[in-house]
Nanobody, 132 residues
Framework: QVQLVESGGGLVQPGGSLRLSCAVS????????IGWFRQAPGKEREGVSC????????YYADSLKGRFTVSSNNAKSTVYLEMNSLKPEDTAVYYC?????????????????????????WGQGTQVTVSS
């Protein structure tokens, strides 16, 4: 049974940092793409970052490059999202999600699948609030 559990959210001041964790069970990170998505009130769910740890293939939304870093510890079955220089507009519920790593994605890039509709297994989300 595929399960994903996010943790690490909370309240942080602008300019601060948080590290989100996505602990997975029921599958190996070697064979899956993990995506981080976020959804702010009244807005659509948007892709933040995706990673395929098998080939260290990563993608970031353009607006987040340089501030967010995704990484994977396969031995711990955990994927992390390090978020720095946080802004009020980063406030949202953050979700991690999983999809099988297929050959097409390995040939191209995880960028091609880093949209919410491409992922079938989701965690429950963790709230991140950036406010002074």
């Amino acid at each position: 049974q595929v399960q994903l559990v996010e943790s690490g959210g909370g309240l942080v001041q602008p300019g601060g940092s948080l590290r989100l964790s996505c602990a997975v069970s029921g599958f190996s990170l070697d064979y899956y793409v993990i995506g981080w998505f976020r959804q702010a009130p009244g807005k659509e769910r948007e892709g933040v970052s995706c990673i395929s740890s098998r080939d260290n293939n990563t993608y970031y939304a353009d607006s987040l490059k340089g501030r967010f870093t995704v990484s994977s510890n396969n031995a711990k079955s955990t994927v992390y999202l390090e978020m720095n220089s946080l802004k009020p507009e980063d406030t949202a519920v953050y979700y991690c999600a999983a999809r099988l790593l297929d050959l097409q994605t390995m040939i191209t890039s995880v960028q091609t699948v880093c949209v919410a509709s491409q992922f079938g297994s989701w965690g429950q989300g963790t709230q991140v609030t950036v406010s002074s």
